[in-house]
């Protein structure tokens, strides 16, 4: 089946030590998004990427960057975890930006 | 902030009654869309329903957009327990700038 798989499910990461997030598409989508969401609250769009092109949230901190090296996999390098970057880290993909969104399971990520 | 607002924060009802979800939004649209989301999970998109549009229909869920009021209801009939989650409504501005703005949510209770 078609779908948006993010490894890995479960991350603990020391405070300032570098993680990377993967998510992949089997859709063949144009868009992939990466979402912040912490307890209890909506979504928050960090980066979205058009093709190539990539678009960056202004609030998004310079902590946060990604890569999207071809159409199926987007990684998000979080550089120097701190406690506050403790979230569910969500991979969304769409046909058209604005429409659809299918979204892989999510990244627990835990910061020690 | 852009983000939208659902009302209520929590429902809970007994099973086999129909739960209604509104939410509100602060710009122009294109679509409108409904997300559910169960806990620690990625979100699974519901339904769309576009600026020009009044009412869906998909299943057991019915959705109504008030463009002029600037709100949308999801109502769900005949509830399950499998219905238990959170539900976000999600926003596509007209500004064209790919993106969708969630709204803060509501936590579903169906109790069997």
Known sequence: DAMVIQNPRYQVTQFGKPVTLSCSQTLNHNVMYWYQQKSSQAPKLLFHYYDKDFNNEADTPDNFQSRRPNTSFCFLDIRSPGLGDAAMYLCATSRVAGEEQFFGPGTRLTVL | SQQGEEDPQALSIQEGENATMNCSYKTSINNLQWYRQNSGRGLVH??????????????R?????D????????????????????????TESNFGNEKLT???????????
């Open chain 2, 46 to 59: 519901l339904i769309l329903i576009r600026s020009n549009e009044r009412e869906k229909h998909s299943g």
């Open chain 2, 61 to 65: 869920l019915r959705v109504t957009l």
């Open chain 2, 67 to 90: 463009t002029s009021k600037k709100s949308s209801s999801l109502l769900i009939t005949a509830s399950r327990a499998a219905d238990t989650a959170s539900y976000f409504c999600a």
């Open chain 2, 102 to 112: 969630f709204g803060t949510g509501t936590r579903l209770t169906i109790i069997p």
